[in-house]
């Protein structure tokens, strides 16, 4: 006697080796014959957010939870869709019943705790992080959010704590990496700034924020050439930053490159062409382009 085979592992097997069109060909036909099936609804909607569709990840998700509105799993897999179309209000309510299932849920508890940070809850989003950490020691999400949570209160140790914490969970969490670099940034540890930034910006070299925070970082330790390389990296991502055509022009001047220093003032002069700064350094690196032309 030649056993069953059961559609839905055949369609799950296609999704573990990749095939996530045969698994959703599958899957849509099972959904067909037998609407009832949970979890043929929840891969569904796995494998389309997955693509990138959180839209149609919603729909498939939903009707998962309809089936079980008891699956912690269904519920949060929901809430993340909901998150991803920007219907936060939608996606913390069903955070919230996945926690009201299961309290010590830690995606759960993570995902609602970010929410909250979000809307500027931070005790209650502080709340929800430590709980999942509780559950969950090493979670690099609640611990990256949890510092998030303290460095909004300005509790620049205890971010700095948790960064720390996340990094060790996964040493090249580039968000993680990023934050304690402005945390050692505001404590004046500019080296330490520099050594984070700049991992951050091997990890991810096209990132704007992290090359003008770089720069920034370089700028304080005096190196003026390296700060330059990283400006000019960033603004080929981020043209119209004001903030980095002055910091380019400021490290040209210390170096003596007045020409540069003189490209770089006029084109923060043409982001914010009032800037009374911006003009004034124009003035000072002219001057020192001009004397310089005449001394050759």
Avoid at 12 to 36: A, F, I, M, W
Avoid at 133 to 146: D, E, F, I, M, S
Avoid at 190 to 216: G, N, Y
Avoid at 248 to 274: C, M, T, Y
């Amino acid at each position: 006697m030649v056993a069953s085979v059961d559609p839905f592992e055949i369609a799950v097997k296609h999704y573990q080796s990749g095939n996530l069109v045969e698994s959703c060909r599958r899957l849509s036909e099972l959904v067909k014959t037998d609407p009832r099936h949970g979890e043929a609804w929840h891969l569904l909607g796995v494998i389309e957010f997955a693509k990138g569709n959180p839209a149609d990840a919603v729909k498939y998700f939903d009707r998962a939870v309809r089936l079980d509105d008891q699956s912690p799993k269904y519920l949060t897999n929901l809430g993340s869709a909901w998150t991803a179309v920007g219907e936060t209000n939608e996606a913390a309510e069903c955070f919230e019943r996945a926690i009201a299932v299961s309290p010590r849920h830690v995606e759960a508890r993570t995902y609602l705790g970010i929410i909250r940070l979000q809307q500027g809850r931070l005790d209650e989003a502080q709340g929800c992080l430590e709980v999942a950490l509780v559950t969950n020691p090493k979670a690099p999400q609640a611990r990256l959010n949890l510092g998030n949570v303290f460095f909004e209160k300005h509790d620049l140790a205890k971010a700095a704590e948790q960064y720390e914490h996340a990094l060790l969970a996964d040493p090249d969490c580039v968000e993680a990496l990023l934050q304690l670099g402005k945390v050692c940034f505001e404590q004046e540890r500019f080296e330490e700034a520099v050594k984070r930034f700049r991992h951050a910006a091997t990890l991810r070299p096209r990132v704007a924020e992290i090359q003008f925070r770089l720069a920034s970082a370089l700028q304080k330790t005096g190196e003026h050439a390296k700060a330059v390389e990283s400006f000019k990296r960033a603004l080929a991502f981020q043209a119209k930053s004001y903030e980095g055509w002055m910091g380019l022009g400021e490290s040209s001047l210390q170096l003596n490159n007045w020409e540069d220093a003189v490209s770089a003032f006029r084109n923060a002069i043409a982001v914010h062409p009032k800037s009374v700064d911006a003009q004034q350094k124009l003035s000072i690196s002219s001057l020192k382009l001009a004397d310089s032309s005449m001394a050759k």
